[in-house]
């Protein structure tokens, strides 16, 4: 049976190349795209997802919405420079031209007015911050019953996070520092929430030789089209560095698509809104429920994403 799913993303790298994969699975139809200035600067973000959608969707995509939300902690400038790159692939721009329109309303009141209007339940796909779910739940909270469950790539209840700044103690994940509080309106919800956090992304480095096996078959466009998108970003080759690219978002995406490839477990969870620890998620039998994805199969995670990328063609 056909999936029905809204896709808010935050226009990194991994999110655009997520995007693309969601086009190219059978049973799943896109129902709402929306795109938020956090990992990316969100005007090439936006563009950059038109663009995708106009190459590589087999079916019709309603317009892309940008979201007005804005960081309590803003993303490193050098991360968000890389929409631009995205944007500017020859690949995405042979046509010349942007066909896919953008939404007259901002992000948060699209998700809204589809939740709305949806006569069955809808699965939200959150690959960046939760700020327009928030946003929406704020102005009608009887929308969290038209939500069939949210899929969402954030925190981690490990000791170690991957936010580096200043003004944090480090076990933050970087999507739930860029908005707390949205992260605790929607914990605060009943919504059913599967967690893609560090557990299992830190098993999915970006490596030399994932990026070999997509070069050896560029004569994809798909492939070409995820090779190019991950040149913008950093491998780990030595040790893991503040910047060494994960797959995050794919991981989260392809985990909606096919949930085999991964292991979960049933947890009880908050998240803390006070300095210095604002944004981290932490296990506590008081909390709400909450899936757990902490391990995946990458034999089968790779396989995925070629066989995905491969119908692109
Ligand atoms: O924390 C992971 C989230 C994912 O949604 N993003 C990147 C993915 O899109 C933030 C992030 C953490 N470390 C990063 C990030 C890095 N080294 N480069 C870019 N973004
Ligand atoms: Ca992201």
């Known amino acids: 049976m056909t999936e029905k799913v809204y896709f808010n993303h935050d226009g990194g790298v991994d999110d655009l190349v997520s995007l693309f994969l969601l086009l190219q699975m059978d049973e799943v139809e896109l129902v709402g795209v929306g795109v938020v200035d956090a990992d990316s600067y969100v005007i090439p973000a936006a563009e950059a997802s038109r663009k995708i959608i106009d190459r590589f969707s087999h079916a019709a995509v309603p317009p892309v919405a940008i979201s007005n939300s804005r960081a309590v902690h803003p993303f490193p400038k050098e991360w968000r420079l890389a929409a631009y790159s995205e944007n500017s692939l020859p690949l995405l ?29 809808l699965s939200l796909l959150f690959t960046g911050p939760l700020s327009d779910l928030a946003r929406a739940l704020e102005i009608d909270p009887a929308i969290e019953k038209k939500i069939k469950r949210l899929i969402w790539m954030g925190g981690t209840f490990l000791d170690k996070g991957n936010v580096a700044e200043p003004d944090c103690d480090g076990t933050q994940e970087w999507n739930a520092f860029w908005d707390p ?102 296990l506590t039998s008081k909390g709400r429920r909450a899936n757990l994805i902490y391990d995946v199969n990458n034999t089968r995670f790779f396989d995925l994403i070629d066989e995905l990328a491969k119908k692109a063609d």
Not at 265 to 280: A, M
Request: aromatic content about 12%; charged content about 20%; hydrophobic content about 35%.
């Open 181 to 282: 509080e949205a992260v605790k309106r929607v914990f605060d919800s009943s919504i059913p929430i599967d967690l893609v956090s560090l557990e299992s992304t830190n098993n999915v480095p970006l490596t030399q030789a994932i990026r070999q096996r997509w070069a050896s078959q560029r004569r994809f466009t798909g492939l070409d089209f995820i090779g190019n998108s991950y040149a913008f970003v950093p491998e780990l080759s030595f040790f893991e560095t503040n910047s060494t690219y994960y797959l995050w978002d794919v991981l989260t995406t392809c985990y909606f698509f096919d949930p085999s490839i991964v292991k979960t477990k049933e947890i009880t969870c908050d998240v803390k809104v006070d300095f210095p620890s604002d944004g981290r998620t932490f």
């Open 93 to 121: 721009n042979e046509n010349g031209k942007i066909e896919t329109p953008i939404t007259a309303e901002a992000a948060h009141l699209d998700l809204l007015h589809k939740l709305q209007a949806s006569t069955s339940p």
